[in-house]
């Protein structure tokens, strides 16, 4: 209560509480907060090596990998055993992301050197060992001839001219192959190939020149590249969620379809000039679906720059489709050559590259 100063004035005596700052209680929270974190990330990383260590010894590990040009490639030194496709078979990569054995920059002189640049059907997916391509019988099949794969499943034409200019000719071959399949138009029109879920690129045109726009990825998805744990989850990401599979199974189709068509035919002429550039012979051969009798869209296109360009063509249509009505040269509900039709392949490149007096 007030009290009563020595000058007669009233006093208030008022008790200061001190502020009380609750840190050993946020300490302790943080801490918490600290040791929970870290718990995940040892579990996540324990997980991590165990996925890694399994995936080394089980011949699991991951055989493709973003790329800020390519859009995807070949994971270099991986190993992979394929079980659930039609026939499993063994994949290994070379040093510089190759499906082959390991082959030099530079060339021998006494050496025919082809290089061939395509998808699965030149990667040899569907079941078929690396020593029963088409590349490997048709290397095979006469002295001193040199051809070298460079299948990278799912890649488009766009994809195919991208890896010719940036490695292909560090070869310095004699013969690029080009192989083209049905559905390589459309996806070099597309800046997600929905068959694996993978960004791309693609090109346009400007003043008849080609303008390359580079793929964009997300942050997640640049960090699931590196990490078995993540890759896990964004697998499951699209099996649970419908945006998400919508976003990475899609079609995401750029340009209009005459500014495509233009763009299609200056990828084979812009190869044409990259060869010639090099002293590299340049042909492009088609692959054809099971069953198919009539011309696409590619085949149209390569039979113009022949007759426009001089860039030499094989159509092999006929061919396989005589092929499989003798026996099947496809896997069984499956759009993959089997060891067959790498035959009846290799035979037919042979016999273009003997006659047009490519091989002596």
């Known amino acids: 209560m007030p009290s009563q100063g020595e000058n007669g004035s009233l006093s208030t005596n008022v008790s200061v509480w001190p502020t009380i700052t609750p840190l050993p209680l946020a300490k302790n929270l943080l801490g918490k907060v ?3 974190l870290c718990g995940l990330l040892l579990s996540l990383s324990v997980l991590e090596l165990g996925l890694r260590t399994y995936a080394s010894l089980a011949s699991q590990e991951r055989l493709l990998i973003a790329d800020s040009i390519l859009g995807w490639k070949l994971v270099p030194n991986a190993k992979r055993l394929y079980r659930r496709e039609v026939k499993p078979y063994f994949v290994a990569i070379n040093s510089k992301g190759l499906r082959d054995r390991e082959h030099s920059y530079d060339k021998r002189a006494d050496v025919y050197r082809i290089v061939v640049i395509g998808d699965s059907m030149v990667f040899g997916a569907g079941g078929v060992e690396a020593s029963e391509r088409f590349t490997d019988i048709l290397e095979r099949s006469t002295k001193n001839l040199e051809v070298i794969n460079m299948g990278i499943p799912a890649f488009g034409t766009d994809q195919e001219y991208l890896y010719l200019q940036n490695e292909g000719l560090k070869y310095h071959p004699d013969l690029v192959i080009i192989c083209a399949f049905s559905n390589d138009y459309g996806e070099s029109f597309s800046i997600i190939n929905p068959g694996i879920g993978r960004p791309k690129g693609y090109f346009s045109l400007s003043a008849g020149q080609l303008v390359f726009h580079p793929p964009t990825f997300s942050g997640f998805y640049q960090l699931a590249q590196y990490s078995y744990v993540l890759g896990l989850a964004d697998f499951a990401l699209t099996k649970i969620s419908g ?18 068509l233009q763009v299609f035919k200056q990828l084979y002429a812009s190869s044409g000039d990259l060869c010639r550039q090099q002293g ?9 679906l ?4 009539t011309k696409w869209i590619i085949q149209q296109v390569m039979d113009e720059l022949a007759a426009t360009e001089g ?7 006929d061919t396989m489709r005589r092929a499989n009505a003798a026996r099947p040269a496809y896997f069984e509900h499956d759009i993959h050559f089997n060891e067959y039709g790498h035959q009846v392949v290799a035979e037919a490149l042979l016999e273009y590259l003997v006659n047009s007096k490519l091989l002596k």
């Open 243 to 260: 945006v998400y599979r919508k976003a990475r199974r899609q079609w995401h189709a750029v340009l209009d379809p005459p500014t495509r």
């Open 280 to 288: 590299s012979e340049l042909l492009l051969v088609y692959f054809p």
């Open 290 to 293: 099971p069953g198919q009798n």
């Open 34 to 36: 600290a040791l929970i």
């Open 311 to 317: 860039i030499k063509t094989l159509d092999l249509m």
